[in-house]
């Protein structure tokens, strides 16, 4: 009987088989499935949509890996996903059998890969030309690596640039103009970005993080100007500037804005402050964790002006005091407080707030990120 059945399973027609496999349960029954036969293998090998490289801390393990990356590339043609995160040692040579077998590839990680050079990333621009989402955290990728991808890889909608130090306003510039249906962009930490970069940005961009950047009034202008941002995190923005040149978030381009992260922007004022509330009425979210420069006035104008936002960070901010906590009680829809080593507020005044807003929870633990529930929805 066994006999008789591999005989009528290499019988039957590749699209029945690849059904077969689709309806296997467990990864035991997959796996033994490639075990049949040579035809029934190629089935498994067809079907097979990711491929993650695990994380290792030998360097003779990356070394393999570059010796049999190609081999995998051949046997998995179909892949949508591809992770080498943290192959530091990975070669451009690994990556030549992408311009063969990368063209269905959507997702792609190259976290930490630091030995990848232009070369390489011409591999991947030409090779995979169906991008969705690609993240070069920690790269060594140009503005000319990034205008190659540009080029080729016009359907990105989810790029992470971050710690990425050798692109610049170029390179961004040729990304949003190349890759019109950008969605999400991280370029956390890319200190040589000023925000020129972003004129003429698309209304698609709905998610931008730049934590840590050196914004000039000019960029953080252009960066809103495009109308479509829905998330925005500005934290710990590094020059010291116009005290009220974040006001130019509440100008009005940003109208659609849902979360807003200033942490650690110390220079804030009220003026922006109140800019801001009165500008993005649909502000769910907004970090002013460390923001020294908001007083009474700023704390008043966002408890009556601002009628959706639900989630409100004030840790350690020194100027909150008893007076600015109470205004915070018309916050209609609040319903998270983030608020330690505010030394101002004292335990009474806290009590009072607590008894008109049973509602609302207070969270003294420290909260860096915002959006969290968010992020997976822009990552997809």
Request: hydrophobic letters at 40%; one cysteine or more; proline letters at 3%.
């Amino acid at each position: 009987m066994e006999s008789q059945f591999e005989i009528t399973g290499a019988l039957l027609p590749d699209d029945c088989l690849q059904i077969i496999f689709q309806n296997l349960q467990t990864r035991g029954e997959r796996n033994a499935f490639g075990l049949t036969c040579r035809q029934w293998l190629q089935i498994q090998n067809l079907a097979r949509r990711s491929l993650a490289l695990q994380l290792s801390y030998d360097p003779k393990v990356y070394r393999n890996y570059a010796i049999y990356l190609p081999r995998l590339l051949t046997r998995f043609p179909c892949l949508h996903s591809l992770s080498l995160a943290g192959c530091t040692e990975l070669p451009d040579s690994a990556l030549t059998e992408l311009r063969h077998f990368g063209s269905n590839i959507r997702s792609l990680s190259l976290y930490c890969c630091f030995s990848i050079s232009g070369h390489g990333f011409a591999h991947v621009s030409v090779g995979c030309p169906h991008l969705v989402s690609i993240t070069l955290y920690r790269c060594c990728i140009t503005d000319a690596g990034l205008r190659t991808l540009a080029e080729h890889c016009r359907v990105l909608e989810n790029v992470d640039l971050s710690h990425c130090i050798q692109i610049s306003d170029q390179g961004i510039n040729a990304l949003l103009g190349g890759c019109t249906k950008l969605r999400r962009l991280i370029i956390s930490y890319c200190m040589d970005i000023r925000g020129t970069g972003f004129a003429g940005c698309s209304p698609t961009l709905t998610y931008l993080a730049a934590d840590s950047c050196i914004l000039s009034p000019e960029g953080l202008f252009l960066v809103v100007r495009g109308g479509g941002l829905e998330y925005l995190n500005v934290s710990s923005l590094r020059a010291y500037i116009d005290p009220d040149v974040l006001s130019v978030i509440g100008a009005g381009s940003a109208s659609k804005l849902r979360f807003l992260n200033l942490r650690m922007c110390r220079f804030l004022s009220d003026h922006s402050v109140a800019c801001i509330a009165q500008g993005c009425p649909l502000l769910e979210e907004w970090n002013l964790a460390v923001c020294h420069d908001v007083h009474n006035e700023g704390w008043f104008k966002i408890g009556s002006t601002c009628r959706n936002l639900r989630i409100l960070h004030v840790n350690r901010c020194r100027n909150l005091n008893n007076l600015g906590l109470q205004a915070l009680v018309d916050c209609v829809r609040l319903t998270v407080l983030y608020m330690h080593g505010c030394q101002q507020v004292t335990y009474m005044g806290l009590e009072a707030f607590r008894m008109l807003r049973q509602d609302v929870e207070i969270r003294t633990e420290e909260c860096v990120s915002i959006g969290s529930t968010v992020d997976n929805f822009f990552a997809n």
